[in-house]
């Protein structure tokens, strides 16, 4: 089990400085292993078993690594006790290097702030944190994206690297980073990812299965209960089972739509509609789905880390 107060502290680093630009970081290194991987293995015969091979490998050689290190850290001398020393400051900077939610906090209003300014800026910005084609999108769709991607990134940028935490430590923790990394690579349903993806896109859909309904319930709760079967019915209209979810919530909050067709590395993908009022969304939405968004996460650590305070 993770100390609790590496859980608090390293969340409380998050909040104040997001992601770290000028340091390492673990998912920059993840990236440049499955690029390695899938530049020597996606090609010839057998690319579903190819990148089967690669994801699983990945994914327990995170695992495994992490918990090795812990192991080895914790057997070091701390004048503070057992566990208290190096494995703790090891701890507190994986739960810090895992959480993503005040970076996508500030890049989408960034996101809002720019397309005020010009529907250009607001396209480039944009681009900066969504996987679509910008190139064409009006305004609307700008602010939609973002706040898609806002919902979508509380649950696999929060609450999943959270319940991963609870369940098998900071070893569980940076292994599911490692799993959304994969997914975010290769987990694509395009010519080139289709087959050799596979494998990492389903091991995601795994992976975040309970998250992604955890974050929506997070998103509701306390709220009127019609969000409860707008959830229920929005959340199957995604292409992936789990990001519909957190959108239909925050969909749901705000009285708005999201979904509807976008290019993905030139090809159309046609997404169905999340919602029905088709309403143009403004700053104050953006305002309103970080509050939500900060809401939930505080609910996420608050609950581990009493349930961790009583495991002591």
């Excluded at 973002?146 to 919902?151: I, P, Q, R, S």
């Excluded at 997070?218 to 229920?232: A, C, E, N, P």
């Excluded at 309403?279 to 880390?305: C, G, H, P, Q, Y």
Aim: charged share 20%.
């Amino acid at each position: 089990m993770t100390n609790p107060f590496a859980l608090l502290i390293g969340w409380v680093l998050d909040l104040i400085f997001g992601d770290p630009q000028r340091l390492p970081h673990p998912v920059v290194g993840f990236g440049k292993m499955i690029s390695w991987g899938e530049h020597r293995l996606n090609k010839g015969a057998h690319r579903k078993l190819k990148g089967a091979f690669l994801a699983i490998t990945l994914i327990l050689l995170v695992f495994l690594a992490t918990f090795l290190l812990r192991y080895l850290f914790s057997k070091l001398p701390s004048p503070f006790g057992e566990g208290m020393g190096v494995r703790l400051l090891f701890d507190i900077l994986i739960v810090f290097y895992c959480l993503a939610g005040t970076t996508l906090i500030r890049e989408v209003r960034n996101v809002f702030l720019a397309v005020d300014r010009s529907l250009e800026e607001g396209r480039a910005q944009v681009a900066r944190i969504v996987g679509r084609d910008t190139s064409a999108l009006s305004a609307q769709e700008v602010r939609t994206a973002a706040l898609e991607t806002l919902a979508e990134n509380l649950s696999d940028g929060v609450i999943a690297p959270l319940f991963w935490l609870a369940l098998l430590g900071t070893p569980g923790m940076l292994a599911y980073k490692m799993v959304n990394t994969l997914d975010s690579m290769i987990g694509y349903r395009t010519e080139r990812y289709r087959a050799f993806g596979c494998w990492a896109a389903r091991i995601d859909d795994v992976a975040n299965y309970i998250p992604a309904r955890l974050t929506a319930l997070l998103m509701i709760i306390g709220r009127k209960r019609t969000l409860f079967s707008f959830v229920r019915r929005y959340g199957k209209n995604h292409a992936s089972p789990n990001s519909g979810y957190p959108e239909a919530a925050l969909a749901g909050i705000l009285n708005c739509r999201f979904g509807g067709p976008h290019y993905y590395f030139g090809q159309l993908f046609d997404k169905p509609y999340i919602g029905e009022n088709d309403r143009e969304l403004t700053t104050d939405d953006m305002k309103k789905a970080i509050r939500v968004n900060r809401t939930a996460e505080i609910l996420m650590v608050v609950i581990i880390f009493l349930v961790y305070l009583q495991l002591i």
